[in-house]
């Protein structure tokens, strides 16, 4: 299936404008007994998939008509340093973060300042061309569709791993050295969907050029303050940074190596500096996001109640309403994705529900976001690595197993099929 695509777009190490130095090398290190004692039927049942798929740790929480219903963690944080997971725990969400970066965006629509068949060029200052159609605009509904033609080969995947990433117009317009026909899909840009970390990002840069703020500052000022949220796309920017979690990868034999996110003991997230002007903070929209199910949940429920989270609205209703309607229906990464809102999942392959939301999957991590907008229900599921295996529907056995057990406990059996 596809999804193993998905993981690879994903899993490069991405140089984002604020990457913390790690220290280095770190060493491999077991999977240890997990510290955790059953107090119910979902905990051993969580603790057994977790065994089964050697999961290093998980955070999970289940919302309901406004509020965090039940959450908790299981297994670690850090191996290294002996520490659980729990509730709280920060883990970067990879793709997840792509409906926040969505959310500010649309923030910025329904304050008038753009329309989504707008040209993106108009915003950015200088065309943005598939040079297969130069007559063929791109515009804002493309890239929140994954449907604008860029894609995440060619100069993107070169600027990942460079500890300097071009400025991003020599990555769009032709005539440096950073700029790559790879980038450009030989089709009509709106002609086909192509999952795009690339245009997420581009996404970050219109929201810098239209607000007049870096984008990792508006995210915070417009998005996690109001709500009450411990999140930022760059690590040095969390509160609570020690409650960070380690990612792994495996090397196998329960043997794990932390792969990003890994800070010794007495060391916290530097800030890398951020030369370039606003427009330009294209590396990190896409995944880099940290924050713990518990405050994910809260932007999760702002989603389900029409943009309100405590008496604090971060969006209209009628921003919301448009960003959760199906906008693409068709089969991209071999079936995985089927039907897209504006950068909002929608799936029947998890819970035997019709649930909105996202995925992600980056440097060992799985994340979930998902909601049943019938039932004003949702789940929040994240775990900091394991040995997965990939199953027909294009999810990971944990995350489908897990997940599915969290709905049948509280919220029964599934309606009536869509």
Not at 114 to 130: A, M, W
Not at 288 to 298: C, E, G, I, N
Not at 315 to 330: F, N, T
Request: glycine letters at 10%; hydrophobic letters at 35%; aromatic letters at 12%.
């Amino acid at each position: 299936m596809s999804r193993p695509l998905y993981h690879w777009q994903q899993q490069a190490n991405p140089a984002e404008p604020f990457w913390p130095e790690q220290a280095g090398p770190p060493q491999e290190v077991s999977l240890k007994p997990y510290p955790n004692v059953p107090q119910n039927i979902l905990d051993t049942a969580i603790l057994e998939e977790m065994h089964k798929s050697q999961i290093v740790g998980v955070s999970a929480a289940f919302v309901k008509d406004g509020g965090v219903v039940w959450a908790n963690g299981y297994g670690w944080a850090d191996l290294e340093k002996s520490r659980p997971a729990g509730p709280d725990t920060i883990y970067r969400i990879a793709s997840v973060s792509k409906t926040i970066t969505a959310t500010a965006l649309m923030q910025l629509w329904e304050s008038g300042l753009f329309r989504l068949d707008s040209d993106i060029s108009s915003c950015l200052g200088y065309p943005v061309r598939n040079p297969h159609y130069p007559d063929d605009k791109i515009t804002f509904h493309m890239l929140l569709t994954h449907t604008s033609s860029i894609l995440d080969t060619g100069g993107y995947a070169a600027a990942l791993s460079s500890p300097n990433p071009p400025p991003l117009r020599e990555l769009l317009v032709p005539g440096s050295e950073a700029y790559s026909s790879l980038t450009w899909g030989d089709y009509r840009p709106g002609a086909r969907f192509n999952y795009s970390n690339f245009g997420a990002g581009i996404i970050g840069a219109l929201v810098e050029m239209l607000s007049g703020e870096r984008f990792d500052r508006y995210a915070i000022n417009h998005i996690f303050k109001p709500l009450g949220m411990d999140a930022s796309y760059v690590p040095a920017d969390i509160v609570n940074h020690q409650k960070i979690a380690v990612l792994y990868e495996t090397s196998g034999d329960d043997r794990f190596y932390p792969a990003c996110d890994y800070y010794p003991e007495g060391q916290r997230p530097s800030r890398r500096t951020y030369q370039h002007p606003l427009g330009n903070f294209y590396i990190g929209p896409a995944g880099a996001v940290r924050t713990s199910v518990l405050d994910l949940a809260k932007f999760t429920i702002a989603h389900m109640n029409g943009g309100v989270y405590g008496g604090v609205r971060i969006l209209s209703r009628a921003a919301v309403d448009l960003m959760h309607q199906i906008h693409w229906c068709g089969f991209g990464l071999a079936g995985f994705f089927r039907q897209m809102g504006l950068m909002f999942h929608i799936t029947d392959a998890l819970a035997g529900r019709r649930l909105t939301g996202h995925a992600g999957d980056a440097c060992g991590l799985v994340s979930d976001m998902y909601f049943d907008r019938d039932e004003n229900n949702g789940v929040i599921f994240v775990t900091n690595g394991g040995c997965y295996e990939f199953l027909k529907s294009g999810y990971k056995n944990i995350e489908e197993s897990v997940i599915n057990r969290i709905y049948a406990q509280f919220a029964g059996p599934p309606g009536p099929a869509p």
